[in-house]
């Protein structure tokens, strides 16, 4: 009994579950759709675990990919694959049976644009682990190009059409937090044969991390301010002060999380986010304020 317990985690940790929380921008379009329906919300959702699955294949490929970097990292050396728990082997199998399985499911049940974006993202995730990763900028609007695909697929499902301003958002947002995970590599005591540690070591030479991420967290406090706007014409002196006050939080947010990123706590986003209670805190606020700015 102890052993299979212990199979379900270790298979459980090689999918990493916890970073489909990225995926939740595919809800995001029903959310803020005003033809709510149930069959929609259905759609949004089963398409969130079909591509939560397909973005899991593709976490593994990268594993097998990083397995040399993996090793010389004094957390991800106890991943399934860096530490031979799972064999390279049986990786692979889990990675394409995810990876085909999720393509298959969602063209028989989705607009076949869907498809194509699982190709493309797929494609630009490859390219980023190939190369892309170690190139300054190019691998942060990469990334976040990864995030745009994620909510074009939500759009797609409900038939809205994304507004330019929920895009310029969630691309600087994006970057923001590619850059806080490099801070936080950054500042983390790691071998000194860590290939990916010496590459950030260089880009932090020519132009600081910590200017960059302060640039980019007023782009992405200004974009979240002109997305609002966008969103009511109702503005009541109430729904003026939601948006302030949603806004200044953000802002001490964006603030927090570059702090954070100094400590060396944001390498993985999601967990240095929840470890976070105040974060979390801040983040439900601004969360209920958006909702009554917004409804």
């Known amino acids: 009994m102890n052993s299979l317990n212990s199979d379900y985690k270790l298979y459980l940790k090689l999918l990493r579950p916890w970073q489909w929380a990225k995926n939740t921008l595919i809800i995001i379009p029903i959310v803020l759709s005003n033809s709510f329906g149930l069959d929609k919300f259905l759609d949004s959702v ?10 899991s294949g593709n976490y593994i490929l990268n594993d097998l990919n990083d397995i040399d970097l993996d090793r010389n990292h004094p957390e991800k050396k ?5 530490s031979g728990k799972v064999s390279e082997k049986v990786a692979k199998r889990i990675a ?3 990876l085909i399985s999720s393509l298959l499911i969602t063209f028989i049940n989705y607009e076949v644009e869907i498809v194509y974006l699982y190709l493309i993202y797929l ?8 190369s892309l990763k170690f190139v300054n900028f190019i691998d942060s609007i990469a990334i976040s190009t990864l995030f745009l695909i994620r909510l074009t697929i939500g759009g797609i499902v409900v038939n809205l059409d994304i507004t330019i301003f929920l895009y310029i958002f969630t691309f600087f947002i994006s970057m923001f ?19 990916f540690h010496k590459k950030l070591i260089d880009q932090n030479s020519k132009l600081n991390f910590k200017y960059i991420l302060i640039m980019l967290g007023i782009a992405t406090n200004l974009s979240l301010i002109l997305w609002s706007m966008n969103l009511t014409k109702d503005f009541s002196n109430y729904k003026w002060i939601a948006l302030i006050a949603y806004n200044v939080i953000f802002a001490y947010i964006i ?41």
């Open 46 to 55: 089963g398409i969130f675990f079909l591509f939560s699955f397909y973005v």
């Open 78 to 82: 106890y991943r399934p694959i860096a």
């Open 96 to 98: 394409y049976f995810l």
């Open 123 to 130: 494609f630009i995730a490859m390219v980023y682990t190939k």
């Open 177 to 195: 937090i590619v850059y806080l995970k490099k801070n936080s590599i950054l500042h983390k005591k790691l071998l000194d044969d860590n290939l």
């Open 255 to 295: 603030y927090r999380l570059i702090n954070n990123s100094k400590k060396a706590e944001l390498e993985d986003f999601v967990f240095g986010l929840f470890k976070d209670k105040v974060l979390i805190g801040l983040l439900v606020a601004i969360l209920i304020l958006f909702v009554y700015f917004y409804f």
